[in-house]
């Protein structure tokens, strides 16, 4: 695949129609509202309509979605960079195109489910008597420990916010000071608040039972852990020190004839100056804009892009050694298509700004 290919897939992109898409929005724990949103929305623009609809704070919103047409034993996909966005209005262009193109199209209405991934940390009010005598620490541990055994006994199911107190007390890391489940090669993978929220919400509904062994759904790297540098890649990247000074002989009682020094080395040459291209990036362009290498890799394989088993994380472990040159291109075209939206989006929230 060569240049004049991505940018015939990059113009087949342009030429989308933009869409309107219908999300059920959580507001109360027992009540909806139904927002619209175009495809064309940015990312920061929908965080922060969500979470002013639902009315709370833009860095504590853990939110994941799911399609009317899915059904329930399919997981919510998380919604955290932009890019997960642009898959979520790819899937809802595809349910489109294809009620579109059936004959016997889905009667119900094609809509976009909000789910609220935190954890809903249940309160119980107390008596006054029991707010004058306050109960010791081992005390309160102990009630909740036998409230949650009468619970199960009872027959019924605990809570997410009851899970996430269990997976909090048996994954807490002495070491790190933050929750971690150890690999087969002893590292230490760190669990994030996404991570944990998600795992007690798969365990309160039945999905998932141990709160030991991680979902497989998470993706976590419990075989070889995230340190996968080889040793011949740290000795390849290794150049040799070059001379920087000349060479000249050493003086000897030969004749004057032979004692030539040798003529200076020439200068360096200029560095050259990078041509100007539409698609670079501004010089005060921030990193965090863009996700990280290894969850880019781990979107492709979870994505539509990695349904025919490329296997882009695990192939990159191998780069100039064991990737094949189909899948490199393939990662060079996905990267470029991707870093181009996210930088019009930005571009597009900057001016939407300077207009307020």
């Not at 005390?139 to 997976?167: F, H, I, M, W």
Request: glycine share 4%; with cysteine; proline share 9%.
């Amino acid at each position: 695949m060569d240049d004049d290919e991505l940018s015939s897939d990059e113009d087949e992109e342009k030429e989308d129609n933009i869409f309107d898409a219908e999300f059920v929005v959580p507001v109360t724990p027992t009540a909806t509202d139904t927002l619209t949103f175009s495809s064309d929305t940015t990312h920061v623009e929908f965080t922060q309509k969500l979470a002013d609809e639902m009315n709370i704070r833009h860095r504590d919103l853990q939110i994941g979605y799911k399609l009317s047409h899915w059904t329930k034993d399919v997981l919510p996909r998380v919604i955290i960079t932009p890019i997960h966005l642009i898959r979520l209005f790819n899937a809802v262009r595809e349910e489109r195109n294809a009620r579109a193109s059936s004959r016997n199209p889905s009667k119900k209405p094609l809509q976009v489910t909000i789910v609220d991934l935190r954890p809903k940390h249940s309160e119980k009010p107390e008596s006054k008597k029991a707010a004058k005598k306050p109960k010791s620490k081992a005390s309160r541990k102990a009630d909740s420990s036998d409230d949650e055994a009468v619970e199960v006994q009872s027959g019924k199911k605990k809570t997410a916010p009851q899970y996430l107190r269990e997976l909090e007390a048996e994954h807490k890391c002495g070491t790190h000071g933050s929750f971690c489940v150890v690999a087969a090669n002893g590292e230490h993978v760190s669990l994030s608040n996404e991570v944990m929220s998600l795992w007690s919400l798969l365990c309160s509904q039945g999905v998932h039972k141990s709160t030991s062994q991680p979902p497989e759904v998470l993706e976590l790297p419990l075989k070889n852990g995230t340190k996968a540098a080889p040793t011949s890649r740290r000795q390849n990247n290794t150049a040799p020190a070059v001379n920087q000074y000349p060479h000249y002989p050493p003086p000897g009682p030969y004749p004057h004839t032979f004692y030539t020094p040798l003529p200076p080395p020439p200068p360096p040459a200029p560095a050259a100056v990078p041509k100007s291209n539409a698609d670079s990036d501004d010089e005060d362009e921030s990193p965090t804009l863009f996700p990280k290498i290894e969850d880019w890799l781990l979107d492709l394989d979870t994505s539509e892009r990695g349904e025919d088993g490329h296997g882009f994380r695990t192939s990159s472990t191998g780069i100039c050694e064991g990737m094949s040159v189909g899948v490199a291109k393939l990662v060079m075209k996905y990267a470029k298509l991707d870093c181009k939206k996210i930088r019009k989006q930005e571009a597009e929230r900057k001016v939407a700004w300077a207009a307020h």
